[in-house]
Every structure is written in C-alpha cells, then in structure tokens.
C-alpha cells in the first residue's frame, strides 16, 4: 500500500528542549518527501523539502530533516523548541505513479511546555 | 492578492441547507484539489483538478459537488450534508507534474453541520 507513516500522534516536549518527530515511508512513495506545519485554524505551510542531493535539508523556524534511504525515514529534528512551535507536523511523499500527486501521513501533535 | 485564498473561514449549516465553498489561487498552478481533515483523522484527499478537469474522486458521497469553472477557481457545493461531515475543508494548488515546490494550501473553511 501507499504509506507515510508518523509513528506518534502526540509529542510533548519542554520549552528549548530538542524534538524529532518521525516518519517512514513506504516503497511505494517516492523519494520526493516534504514536512508540512499547520498552526491551529489554518492550513498547512511548507517546512522543508528533499528532492535530492544533500540528506540533510534545512528548513524554516529552524527546523531539519535528514533522508535515510536505508531506513526509508526522513525524520524532522530541532535543537531547541518554542512555545510557538506547538502545532500539528505532516509528513508526505509523492505517490510512486505519474500522478505526482501527495500522500500525507496522520501527523503528529508537537505540544511545548513552558 | 497571493497564494490560495479560501471563502468562508466558517460555516455552520444545517442539514437541509444549500451552501458552497470557494478556493481561489494566484499561483499560475493548473491543478487543485480539495481535502477533508476530521479531527483525528489523517488528510483525506476527496477531489484532484487537473486543467480545470476532476481526475480524481476519491468515493466521495455525492451530497458533495466539486466545480473547476477555470484554473483559478474551485468550488465545493454541498447539500443535504450529515454532522459526521463537519471538519476543517481544505483547498490546494500545484503545478501538476513539478515536485519542486509541493502543495500550497489555503487557510481552511470550517464547517459545522447542525
């Protein structure tokens, strides 16, 4: 089947402590993988993206992700969290047909405390 | 105007009501597509755009009606809805066969049937 998988449906962390939220992919996603952020009552902004190069890819607020092909993850780190970081985080691949159309994830609720 | 821009943020309708969502997007994108998102419940795409032709309908109940007058604009008609419809509609744009830049959302309209 067509997957993005995050595997946590919550994580609490405290304030300027580090975080990763996961996510794996399926072989049937490509390798076209991006991490979208949506605050309460919005829609989903573009974090970051890999399409290829670098594993490692940097994105806005600070946040990075490093592809790994061998474990098929592309897991979202930051050093260091904000309160205003609390939010709902989506992984996503484009699914592996000519549609290029994108799979999302459940997501995973980043809840910061002071 | 820029980016995708989505007409109301709220809705609260009955379920005999009449009513229509609007998505427009200045992007230059030729596809869009409309996504449900229940509360704990992963993204469910319901209707792909692709040069203003539905591509993809995802067993979507008919009491919902997408519309794609042209590439800029995206309608959701609804009628006759149920409660378990009530969720954050989210609307999106891409440039159909280009990863590069992913999706590009819209703020949502939430809508509450009563």
């Known amino acids: 089947a067509q997957s993005v998988t995050q595997l946590d449906s919550q994580v609490p962390v405290f304030e300027e402590a580090p975080v990763e939220l996961r996510c794996n992919y399926s072989s049937s996603v490509s390798v076209y993988l991006f991490w979208y952020v949506q605050y309460p009552n919005q829609g989903l902004q573009l974090l970051l993206k890999y399409l290829s190069g670098s594993t490692l890819v940097k994105g806005i607020n600070g946040f990075e992700a490093e592809f790994n092909k061998s474990q098929t993850s592309f897991h979202l780190r930051k050093p260091s969290v904000h309160i205003s970081d609390t939010a709902e985080y989506f992984c996503?691949?484009?699914?592996?047909?000519?549609?290029?159309?994108?799979?999302f994830g459940s997501g995973t609720r980043l809840l910061v405390r002071p | 105007e820029t980016g995708v821009t989505q007409t109301p943020r709220h809705l609260v309708m009955g379920m005999t009501n009449k009513k229509s969502l609007k998505c427009e997007q200045h992007l230059g994108h030729n596809a869009m597509y409309w996504y449900k998102q229940s509360a704990k419940k992963p993204l469910e795409l319901m209707f792909v755009y692709s040069l203003e032709e539905r591509v993809e309908n995802n067993s979507v109940p008919s009491r919902f009606s997408p519309e794609c007058p042209n590439s800029s604009h995206l309608f959701l008609h609804l009628h006759t809805l149920q409660p378990e419809d009530s969720a954050l509609y989210l609307c999106?744009?891409?440039?159909?066969?280009?990863?590069?830049?992913?999706?590009?959302f819209g703020s949502g309209t939430r809508l509450t049937v009563v």
């Open positions: 996503a691949g484009i699914r592996m047909d000519s549609s290029y159309k994108l799979i």
């Open positions: 999106a744009s891409s440039q159909e066969g280009e990863v590069n830049y992913g999706y590009t």
